[in-house]
């Protein structure tokens, strides 16, 4: 499975505020950071609330900047990460790692690191 279009993909779809295309590449017992507000959530609804809820306070928008596939599995993403407010003032623009994992061509985990 080609795993870094994907996840262009997904990347592309969570910008457009298109949470059912993202959450149809995830597993169902996916475990997602909540990196708003701390911890994980877990399954799509929790994550589907998750992103609601941060949507209606905040204005994300997260770009791929480079992939890197691990021996394990693992693919890390390099992304640069702008969190604006309401009104379109810029509160944070940060350059992360998101390290996802996959079970049967599904998101299964991710995590981030700063």
């Not at 890197?68 to 992304?79: F, L, P, Q």
């Not at 623009?93 to 995590?111: D, P, W």
């Amino acid at each position: 499975m080609d795993y870094q279009t994907l996840l262009h993909q997904l990347y592309q779809d969570f910008n457009a505020r298109r949470i059912d295309a993202v959450l149809a590449h995830m597993h169902t017992d996916v475990s997602w950071p909540n990196g708003w507000e701390g911890g994980y959530v877990s399954g799509h609804e929790q994550v589907r609330a998750y992103w609601l809820r941060q949507w209606r306070e905040i204005d994300p928008v997260v770009e791929p900047i480079s992939f890197e596939a691990k021996s394990d599995g693992r693919i890390a993403i390099k992304v640069r990460q702008v969190l604006k407010d309401l009104a379109g003032q810029i509160l944070s623009n940060t350059l992360l790692i998101h390290i996802y994992t996959f079970e049967k061509g599904m998101v299964r985990t991710m995590a981030i690191e700063h």
